[in-house]
């Protein structure tokens, strides 16, 4: 049931990336929105719920976008061992861990994009366009970031708690407990 | 120590596997298609939803710009006219032009209409999703038009769904040409919705304003479809190549419906008996 919970999380958020968000100008630039829960997933579930997840949307985000296949499946792999390894030495319900841990990792993800671009493309662009890219993202998560982990942690609590519920009828049920 | 070790190898591992994956045109056994497959259909439907509460609102709420709108649609119709009966007689004067040189009538394209279901979920490459995929007829490396110009190329395809990659991606290459002088170069994709013609010799006369065509010599790409136009040329000191930068026609931004050609011409030479 976790995993029909970050499954339909993702789909919805990959929908509402490539279909809603670009009919307002103002998200042009926003950020993958699949991160955050990325970063969710490092901060909070275990990491054998987590990998096949990330890989599994590391592989769709590769099909659906036109940059070389493997480059969203090894940012979200990087970014689930960065977070791991920083939650090793720092307190998970830090707050100031949660307001900057989104834009940082926006800000890893872009440099792996853009040094894989270079990286096949010397004779890349790079262009002021790039830094403002980076930088609007940046800001973007510092500003959004922060809610979209809350949204998550408190949304699959209510998912947990309901799916217990309804479970805990339905044994009850069975054994003619509940009247 | 080895945890250090252990990063560089699995950095040098990832390296070498998004070099060997980078080169996208093999075909990944099929992945690709079903990962289209699964997200276009949500795509498609929440696309149209959006699609009806704006056209909605539109229709009804919006009437009073319309009554504006009309007026100088009006205007607009009028001069349009006036330009149709100035390429109508064009299009007769190339017409006995044609005949005259003996020259064979071009083929017309057969093309399929598609409708834009989804884009990039990354600012940094250029593609959309179509609704329309191999059952009717769309292939890989077919082009993609629409009446102001090139829009891209499918560069995936699923059962009823395709990937199309725009002119603007930088991964995108388009054999074009200078209409007036003839110049001609590689379009590629660059930052802010904004191509670059590459290898355009300096001694090639291209100025600002410059209309940019399609050559036809890519094999993919119909020869004389409107690309976009010269919109800054910069000649340095040294290098055998010029900088032309291109504003495509196309306002990807509000690309809705794109044609998808079916049977590009392909180019026959016949040889002189």
Known sequence: ????????????????????MPYFSLFDRFYDLIFPFIIYLSLFRSARESIPLILFF??????????????????????????????????????????FVVAAGVLVQNFIIIGT???FEPVSRFSPVVISTVVVQVLWAVFTGPIFLVFFKYSHGRWDKWFKEVFANKKGDRYGLIE | MVMIVGVFVLI???IIALSVFSRRYPSYYGSGRIAISIIAPFQKVATRSIRFVRDVWRHYFFLATVATENDKLKKAQSQAI??????????????????????????TNRVCAAEVIGKDPSPWFKTIIIDKGKDDGVGKGMAVVIPEGIAGQVMDVSSHYSKVLLIIDPNSAVDA???????????????????????????????????????????????????????????????????????????????????????PTKHEFVSEQ
């Not at chain 1, 919970?5 to 809603?20: M, P, Q, S, W």
């Not at chain 1, 940059?67 to 390894?85: H, N, S």
């Not at chain 2, 209409?179 to 100025?207: E, N, P």
Request: proline share 2%; aromatic share 12%.
């Open chain 2, 177 to 263: 040409m200078v209409q007036r002088t003839r110049a001609r170069g590689i379009i590629k994709g660059g930052s802010a919705g904004l191509c670059h013609i590459k290898y355009v010799l300096r001694k090639q006369d291209v100025s600002v304003g410059d209309r940019v065509i399609s050559s036809g010599l890519d094999g993919v790409f119909p020869k004389g479809l409107a690309v976009g136009h010269v919109s800054g040329v910069i000649r340095r000191n040294s290098g055998i190549f010029q900088e032309v930068t291109v504003t495509p026609y196309v306002d990807f931004e509000k690309l809705e419906e794109v044609l998808v050609v079916l049977n």
């Open chain 2, 12 to 14: 040098a591992v990832n």
């Open chain 2, 82 to 107: 006036e330009k149709s009966n100035h390429y109508n007689e064009l299009k007769l004067s190339n017409f006995r032009l044609r005949s005259l040189l003996n020259f064979q009538k071009t083929m």
């Open chain 1, 58 to 99: 590391g592989f769709v985000m590769d099909n659906l976008t036109g940059g070389p296949f493997g480059l969203y499946l090894t940012t979200y792999l990087w970014l689930f061992i960065g977070v791991r390894w920083v939650i090793t030495f720092m307190d998970v319900e830090d707050s100031a861990l949660l307001l």
């Open chain 1, 1 to 20: 049931m976790t995993y029909c919970f970050h499954i339909c999380t993702c789909f919805c958020l990959v929908i509402f990336k490539t279909t809603v």
């Open chain 1, 117 to 119: 671009i270079v990286m």
